[in-house]
């Protein structure tokens, strides 16, 4: 039993070595693990090839550390666990920066976020949405959510309405019942591109608070991995002093543009 | 309708070559896995027949372990976890080098050790069904105890676990569409990912049935003929 032992520990270490040939000189590659089934943060395209924000923006980042980028698209379910076994180096998939998957993983600085962002009907006037301008306004939102708290905390003077879903908060707003609305702006962006919510549009800037917000986006990593981290967090802030991130993102997300 | 349809397009605008490439990682992963799982099964089928009591009791522990454990945690744990024992051991001895195991690799590995769990009792069964008489009659006309199995035993075998194979071959080729969890495009991945962009679930979802009920057709004819040719010198009531 023990020399089976010996002789498959000495079979696996051949296999690794001969592995070990051909990666050991890869060391500037970073392979990023992205699902290729959520648009537009990283689709694919008919042509089978991999596109969307994440990807132009990985690409981005890749540059800017000096490294080659190879992508690996898989399933959503198991996406962590493969960074876990060193299938990929990184995950940049749409995922949220959250406590619980800071347990298993590291993220870099956010790169992304969905702002909040107000909306009113077209004509409303309302261009300042600072706390004091909407003194008295009526303001809708769904309920239990961090924009319901966010109203609740900063704009007390204000005559807040919290609704079961996000649609009826909406269609309210359609119908003159508020004046204004605050949601996620990705979800506001798609309402508005319907019949029922051609009456609106954005008002004022947009709200990022992470003590409201979360966290943003950002890149996962094996825990431990502070030097790829470093030289992610560096990139990252890198393109987004330059604009790089903005100009990648107002290509993908229309709704930044308006 | 002819835009939905426009939509299977072969070539840069359509997802038809997609799906096609979908469906054929499919059939090359579950034809890989069939042999290697049907000899997997063959052995343990034997194991749990044989004199000696551990014997047994591997090929015993091996069905009880593989037929209990989702297939989807065999695969995640032979994907990921034994990745990461063989790079800790290789990481031992050569701290800069990884190893990698191929997700078809894994695939077929991982489906196949379940195949092989299952088709292990279907063999069992067929084992158990041939008389011993047929044994000893080709051991006392001079066989070999291996040209007795592989002369007298494994075709009358073969014919008697046939159908319960058939059953299993077609779970294999819809157990295929979990390996999307490890990185390989099948059929139903690129399916999934055809609906995330062009917003049809219907019309895809339903393109992928057919394609798998085609799989099915073929098959079923494939083992209606296996089935006629291993009855062959058997009389028909």
């Given at each position: 039993m023990k020399r089976a032992n010996t002789f498959a520990v000495a079979a696996l270490t051949a296999i690794g070595l001969a592995?070990?040939?051909?990666?050991?000189?890869?060391?500037?590659?970073?392979?990023?693990?992205?699902?290729?089934?959520?648009?537009?943060?990283?689709?694919?395209?008919?042509?089978?090839?991999?596109?969307?924000?994440?990807?132009?923006?990985?690409?981005?980042?890749?540059?800017?550390?000096?490294?080659?980028c190879e992508f690996v698209a898989q399933d959503w379910d198991g996406i962590i666990p493969a960074l876990l076994a060193s299938r990929y180096d990184a995950?940049?998939?749409?995922?949220?920066?959250?406590?619980?998957?800071?347990?298993?993983v590291d993220f870099t600085n956010k790169y992304f976020q969905t702002p909040a962002r107000f909306i009113a009907q077209d004509g409303s006037g309302i261009t300042d949405t600072s706390p004091e301008a909407l003194e008295g306004k009526v303001i809708g939102t769904q309920s239990a959510t961090i924009h319901a708290n966010f109203l609740e905390d900063q704009y007390e003077d204000a005559d807040i309405r919290l609704y079961p879903t996000q649609d009826d908060a909406n269609l309210d707003l359609a119908s003159g019942r508020l004046d204004l609305v605050l949601a996620d702006s990705s979800i506001l962006a798609e309402w508005m591109d319907t019949d029922d919510g051609s009456c609106c549009n954005f008002v004022g800037g947009?709200?990022?608070?992470?003590?409201?917000?979360?966290?943003?986006?950002g890149v996962a990593l094996r825990e431990n991995d502070d030097a790829l981290r470093e030289k992610f967090n560096a990139a990252i802030a890198s393109l987004q002093a330059n604009g790089t991130v903005d100009r990648i993102a107002g290509e993908w997300f229309s709704y930044l543009n308006d | 309708m002819a835009e939905l349809f426009s939509l299977l397009a072969f070539g840069p605008d359509g997802w038809g070559d997609e799906l096609m490439a979908g469906a054929w990682l499919t059939i090359r992963l579950a034809l890989v896995t069939l042999p290697f799982g049907l000899m997997l099964g063959l052995a343990i089928a034997l194991m749990k027949e044989a004199d000696h009591r551990y014997i047994r009791a591997v090929g015993n522990v091996y069905t009880i372990v593989f037929r209990g454990l989702?297939?989807?945690?065999?695969?995640?744990?032979?994907?990921?976890?034994?990745?990461?024992?063989?790079?800790?051991?290789?990481?031992?001895?050569?701290?800069?080098?990884?190893?990698?195991?191929?997700?078809?690799?894994?695939?077929?590995v991982a489906l196949g050790v379940v195949f092989g769990a299952f088709s292990s009792e279907v063999f069992l069964g067929a084992i158990?069904?041939?008389?011993?008489?047929?044994?000893?009659?080709?051991?006392?006309?001079?066989?070999?105890?291996w040209k007795t199995f592989r002369l007298?035993?494994?075709?009358?075998?073969?014919?008697?676990?046939?159908?319960?194979?058939?059953?299993?071959?077609?779970?294999?080729?819809?157990?295929?569409?979990?390996?999307?969890?490890?990185?390989l495009n099948d059929l139903l991945r690129q399916t999934q990912v055809a609906v995330g962009v062009t917003k049809?679930?219907?019309?895809?979802?339903?393109?992928?049935?057919?394609?798998?009920?085609?799989?099915?057709?073929?098959?079923?004819?494939?083992?209606?003929a296996l089935e006629r040719q291993a009855n062959q010198g058997f009389a028909t009531r």
């Open positions: 592995g070990a040939a051909v990666t050991a000189t890869a060391d500037d590659v970073v392979r990023i693990g992205t699902e290729g089934a959520y648009p537009p943060f990283n689709f694919t395209d008919s042509d089978g090839n991999l596109v969307g924000f994440e990807i132009d923006l990985a690409k981005a980042i890749c540059a800017e550390m000096d490294v080659t995950i940049m998939a749409g995922m949220s920066i959250t406590a619980e998957r800071e347990e298993v947009d709200y990022t608070d992470p003590e409201y917000f979360g966290e943003g986006v | 989702p297939e989807l945690l065999t695969l995640f744990v032979i994907y990921n976890m034994v990745q990461l024992m063989a790079n800790r051991l290789v990481q031992m001895v050569a701290p800069d080098s990884s190893f990698e195991i191929s997700g078809f690799a894994a695939g077929v158990r069904a041939i008389p011993k008489g047929q044994t000893e009659a080709g051991r006392s006309l001079g066989l070999s105890p007298v035993r494994l075709p009358q075998l073969w014919r008697l676990a046939l159908p319960g194979l058939g059953n299993l071959w077609l779970v294999l080729l819809k157990d295929t569409s979990l390996v999307s969890v490890i990185a049809e679930p219907f019309f895809f979802y339903l393109i992928a049935c057919l394609i798998y009920l085609g799989f099915t057709l073929i098959s079923s004819v494939g083992t209606n």
